[in-house]
């Protein structure tokens, strides 16, 4: 595009194909430019499939088609051995009859089970060198690269997830494990030493806590429980792990990965159960801490359970929902807004922590915004999520979909609905679809809960109420992520000063926060941080302890008697 406009250069120049430019060969890759491998330094970076093209698309497509489901159910793991339980076949939401595979659910015998068996397993875990913890998280994310593509079809089995999501996924897994490796070696490997006066040593370490407990959820089955349990892992805890009630396979399979790379059997326990399991599991006086991912709701029940508790006061790391909203001016570009809101409201049916949920435009340029999303929305293609023409998939069990088919017909009756896509038939119309929904409301405090699916709701402002339009999003209590789309700086630094957001995206979606390069997580009614994927999320899974040696106690301070002189 530079040389459209200089009359030196032939059009037949600017119109050449790609591949006869490449024909000759390409030229050699600049020194200083890294490869996507080694974009994050001394962490290896997760692989992706290009689906440009053809040959890798179509070798993964074909490896993903013939990836076997597990025969094996997800039985309890306690100090590494299967524990018998009766066992549910767990249903494909993509048709409703599809048996995926079994699982057998704990109780709480179970739970205490699992916590008689990680407490006992504690000081020796704890006792492992650093290096030791953070070779078997760098093995367990070698294997988990390698079992791509049959992770990647029993998340779009179990999970519903489109093929493009479950390559996010397990990139995400994959970089959870290696980025918390790399981390437990730079803040566990070696302690901090401290300033003081001469004569005296004074160092900070951190160690591990005692049994953690993991509670994760089902929109990321694979990413988000692996990486609270690597984190946990990493910091020198053991963990007894509970996965979400509808995604129970994928978990199983990530426990096995993380048994099979060198985490010990014992350090790790996996228990799969509904809430009960988890109220068993969290009322436990032994345990040294809880990681929670899911609704508001039930990190408050958990904050009261540890509240309650009689003994040591712990952590409870919890990442919640959002009413995440994106703002909209009238210097923004359509197109690329249209990209950006169809992405965050409607990739993976919506069911993401960090979803759009909430459009608010300047009224000056929304019917052009809204025409364009509406636009965008309506060529997005539902159906099997194993279908690479597939956008969107099914929401995950019947109950969420009765949920959000409530919330939408409630506004349709209202005359609100500025659209509503069409659902799939045939072999898919048992499955638990839920088509994209814009809903144009009068006030941002109109929409005052979260609904946890593939619905966009839109509110027009005047320029003269922006002020007005952030305190009501501030007013919500929520802060997790929050988009601004302008070409004024003045206009972004004023939102980003006013709303306490964890995660702001300006002139982008607001989804596919990377490990590492956008930690993730909110405030308020949001979540407690840290951040996971980020520098200060392991010491919250640690104790510090700080160790001041008297250096003269010997006789005099030896380093400074072996001084040299000036």
């Given at each position: 595009?530079?040389?459209?406009?200089?009359?030196?250069?032939?059009?037949?120049?600017?119109?050449?194909?790609?591949?006869?430019?490449?024909?000759?060969?390409?030229?050699?890759?600049?020194?200083?430019?890294?490869?996507?491998?080694?974009?994050?330094?001394?962490?290896?970076?997760?692989?992706?499939?290009?689906?440009?093209?053809?040959?890798?698309?179509?070798?993964?497509?074909?490896?993903?088609?013939?990836?076997?489901?597990?025969?094996?159910?997800?039985?309890?793991?306690?100090?590494?051995?299967?524990?018998?339980?009766?066992?549910?076949?767990?249903?494909?939401?993509?048709?409703?009859?599809?048996?995926?595979?079994?699982?057998?659910?704990?109780?709480?015998?179970?739970?205490?089970?699992?916590?008689?068996?990680?407490?006992?397993?504690?000081?020796?875990?704890?006792?492992?060198?650093?290096?030791?913890?953070?070779?078997?998280?760098?093995?367990?994310?070698?294997?988990?690269?390698?079992?791509?593509?049959?992770?990647?079809?029993?998340?779009?089995?179990?999970?519903?997830?489109?093929?493009?999501?479950?390559?996010?996924?397990?990139?995400?897994?994959?970089?959870?494990?290696?980025?918390?490796?790399?981390?437990?070696?730079?803040?566990?490997?070696?302690?901090?030493?401290?300033?003081?006066?001469?004569?005296?040593?004074?160092?900070?370490?951190?160690?591990?806590?005692?049994?953690?407990?993991?509670?994760?959820?089902?929109?990321?089955?694979?990413?988000?429980?692996?990486?609270?349990?690597?984190?946990?892992?990493?910091?020198?805890?053991?963990?007894?792990?509970?996965?979400?009630?509808?995604?129970?396979?994928?978990?199983?399979?990530?426990?096995?990965?993380?048994?099979?790379?060198?985490?010990?059997?014992?350090?790790?326990?996996?228990?799969?159960?509904?809430?009960?399991?988890?109220?068993?599991?969290?009322?436990?006086?032994?345990?040294?801490?809880?990681?929670?991912?899911?609704?508001?709701?039930?990190?408050?029940?958990?904050?009261?359970?540890?509240?309650?508790?009689?003994?040591?006061?712990?952590p409870l790391i919890a990442e919640t929902g959002g009413l995440n909203a994106m703002l909209v001016d009238a210097t923004a570009l359509g197109e690329q807004?249209?990209?950006?809101?169809?992405?965050?409201?409607?990739?993976?049916?919506?069911?993401?922590?960090?979803?759009?949920?909430?459009?608010?435009?300047?009224?000056?340029?929304?019917?052009?915004?809204?025409?364009?999303?509406?636009?965008?929305?309506?060529?997005?293609?539902?159906?099997?999520?194993?279908?690479?023409?597939?956008?969107?998939?099914?929401?995950?069990?019947?109950?969420?979909?009765?949920?959000?088919?409530?919330?939408v017909e409630a506004h349709r009756a209202a005359g609100r609905l500025r659209h509503a896509g069409d659902l799939p038939g045939g072999t898919l119309a048992?499955?638990?679809?839920?088509?994209?929904?814009?809903?144009?409301?009068?006030?941002?405090?109109?929409?005052?809960?979260?609904?946890?699916?593939?619905?966009?709701?839109?509110?027009?402002?005047?320029?003269?109420?922006?002020?007005?339009?952030?305190?009501?999003?501030?007013?919500?209590?929520?802060?997790?992520?929050?988009?601004?789309?302008?070409?004024?700086?003045?206009?972004?630094?004023?939102?980003?000063?006013?709303?306490?957001?964890?995660?702001?995206?300006?002139?982008?979606?607001?989804?596919?926060?990377?490990?590492?390069?956008?930690?993730?997580?909110?405030?308020?009614?949001?979540?407690?941080?840290?951040?996971?994927?980020?520098?200060?999320?392991?010491?919250?899974?640690?104790?510090?302890?700080?160790?001041?040696?008297?250096?003269?106690?010997?006789?005099?301070?030896?380093?400074?008697?072996?001084?040299?002189?000036?």
């Open positions: 595009m530079a040389g459209v406009g200089d009359p030196d250069i032939p059009a037949t120049a600017l119109i050449r194909r790609p591949q006869e430019m490449l024909a000759g060969g390409t030229k050699a890759r600049h020194p200083k430019i890294p490869l996507p491998v080694d974009l994050f330094g001394a962490r290896k970076n997760s692989v992706g499939v290009e689906f440009g093209d053809d040959a890798a698309r179509g070798a993964f497509l074909a490896a993903v088609g013939a990836a076997r489901l597990p025969e094996r159910p997800a039985l309890p793991i306690v100090g590494g051995t299967e524990i018998a339980r009766p066992t549910r076949a767990v249903i494909s939401p993509v048709d409703g009859t599809t048996r995926v595979g079994a699982v057998g659910e704990g109780d709480g015998e179970t739970a205490r089970a699992a916590i008689d068996a990680c407490a006992a397993a504690f000081p020796a875990y704890a006792a492992s060198p650093v290096e030791a913890r953070a070779t078997a998280l760098d093995k367990a994310a070698d294997a988990l690269e390698a079992g791509r593509d049959r992770l990647i079809a029993l998340l779009c089995a179990e999970a519903g997830k489109t093929l493009a999501d479950g390559i996010a996924e397990v990139r995400e897994a994959v970089d959870f494990c290696r980025y918390y490796a790399a981390e437990a070696r730079r803040q566990f490997g070696v302690d901090v030493v401290l300033p003081g006066p001469t004569g005296e040593d004074n160092r900070l370490r951190h160690r591990g806590r005692g049994v953690f407990v993991c509670i994760s959820p089902w929109n990321f089955p694979l990413a988000i429980f692996t990486g609270q349990v690597a984190a946990a892992l990493a910091a020198g805890n053991t963990v007894v792990a509970k996965p979400a009630e509808q995604t129970p396979l994928i978990a199983a399979e990530a426990v096995r990965i993380l048994h099979a790379s060198g985490i010990p059997a014992a350090a790790l326990a996996f228990v799969p159960g509904d809430g009960r399991v988890g109220a068993a599991l969290t009322h436990d006086p032994r345990i040294a801490g809880v990681a929670f991912t899911g609704s508001t709701e039930t990190a408050w029940a958990i904050n009261r359970t540890l509240a309650d508790k009689r003994g040591p006061i712990v807004v249209a990209d950006d809101v169809v992405a965050s409201a409607f990739r993976s049916a919506g069911q993401r922590c960090s979803a759009l949920r909430l459009l608010v435009v300047q009224a000056d340029v929304a019917d052009h915004m809204i025409d364009l999303v509406t636009g965008a929305a309506k060529e997005l293609a539902l159906g099997d999520p194993a279908d690479p023409a597939t956008d969107v998939g099914p929401v995950i069990d019947a109950e969420a979909k009765a949920g959000i088919d409530g919330h048992r499955g638990t679809f839920v088509a994209p929904t814009v809903i144009e409301l009068a006030s941002v405090r109109d929409l005052d809960r979260e609904v946890f699916g593939p619905v966009l709701h839109v509110v027009r402002y005047k320029a003269a109420d922006f002020d007005k339009v952030l305190d009501d999003i501030a007013a919500s209590g929520y802060g997790l992520t929050l988009g601004v789309h302008s070409r004024i700086a003045r206009t972004v630094q004023q939102v980003i000063a006013r709303l306490p957001v964890g995660n702001v995206y300006v002139n982008r979606n607001i989804i596919g926060a990377v490990v590492g390069s956008q930690p993730f997580g909110g405030s308020g009614l949001s979540g407690t941080g840290p951040k996971a994927g980020g520098p200060h999320y392991l010491s919250r899974f640690a104790l510090e302890q700080v160790i001041s040696t008297n250096t003269a106690a010997a006789g005099g301070n030896a380093s400074l008697i072996a001084m040299g002189e000036e």
